[in-house]
């Protein structure tokens, strides 16, 4: 249906109180990209809550095929949202509540190419979200917040810090280079395990380079060889001024630059 026709409930529990779990896939020659880990992960979400999974794994897939079809967009971005349903407003939920399911799938344009050549300045900030960081919930609230200050600010993104040290960003998750090893804050409940991460530390694994999962301080930042992001959205990213601190040479770095084409390689893959 039209999105002016689409409706939800008031008393959907997505609305009332962020009840829900999301996921954001894209499309490389219209063919998404690493669906089967994005499904994955909206699985684990789901079940992290209790919430009840209205479709399999494969049924997810068809959905998304057949909107990406329809559609028909160049490149697309597909979100996918699953909230608790529609109850009368309590806290506490019934097992028995229907989910409702929302998918949209709009055209998606890739960062301009000048954008990574030259790379992009971020800004650091307390890490003031939830700790269970790991389930891919609708309470993005510090997200917006970050993100605003990111806006006004006139930067690309917002690396978060807790406890003085380096969780990912608003958007993205961070990577740092530091004695030629790529590191980056470990899996668990203080980050969100983005699919391109995964994507890009098996990259660097293959190129023979040393991968740590291990937590970086603020000062780590600053300090580090190289920063970069990874993401849906920005893929691989070089950081290249934090706080108005130089990072590197204030250029690009050859490792960032290295697993940014081999990303590149691997999503124009016939086997995407």
């Given amino acids: 249906m039209s999105l002016a026709n689409a409706k939800v409930s008031i008393e959907d529990r997505g609305f009332q109180f962020g009840d829900g779990v999301y996921e954001v896939i894209r499309t490389y020659k219209g063919r ?11 699985n684990h979400s789901a079940t992290m809550l209790d919430l009840t999974q209205p479709y399999a794994s494969a ?38 509540a229907l989910p409702t399911v929302v ?29 269970r960081c790991d389930i891919k919930s609708l ?13 006004q600010a006139r930067v690309f993104e917002a690396i978060l810090v807790k406890d003085g040290f380096v969780t990912e960003g608003a958007i993205s998750n961070v990577m740092v280079v530091q004695e030629g090893a790529v590191v980056t804050a470990p899996e668990g409940s203080q980050i969100l395990s983005g ?14 380079l040393p991968v740590q999962e291990r937590f970086v301080s603020r000062s780590d930042l600053y300090e580090a060889d190289e920063v970069f992001l990874t993401g849906t959205t920005v893929e691989v990213l070089a950081v290249v001024r934090i706080d108005g601190k130089i990072i590197g040479d204030g250029c690009p770095g050859p490792i960032a630059q290295r697993l940014a084409a081999r990303f590149t390689n691997r999503v124009d893959s016939p086997l995407l």
Avoid: C
């Fill in 32 to 42: 998404p990209f690493a669906l089967e880990a994005h499904l994955s992960r909206l």
């Fill in 59 to 96: 049924e997810w897939t068809n959905h998304v095929l057949e909107g990406i079809t329809r559609a028909a967009y160049p490149e697309a971005k597909i979100y996918i949202q699953v909230t608790r349903g529609v109850a009368p407003r309590d806290h506490a939920y019934l097992a028995e």
């Fill in 103 to 131: 998918m949209t799938v709009r055209e998606f344009s890739p960062l301009d190419r000048s954008i990574p050549a030259a790379g992009v300045e971020a800004m650091t900030m307390e890490d003031i979200r939830w700790g």
């Fill in 139 to 151: 309470n993005l609230l510090p997200n917006v917040l970050a993100r605003q200050q990111v806006k």
């Fill in 195 to 208: 699919v391109t991460r995964a994507v890009v530390l098996n990259l660097a694994l293959s190129e023979g």
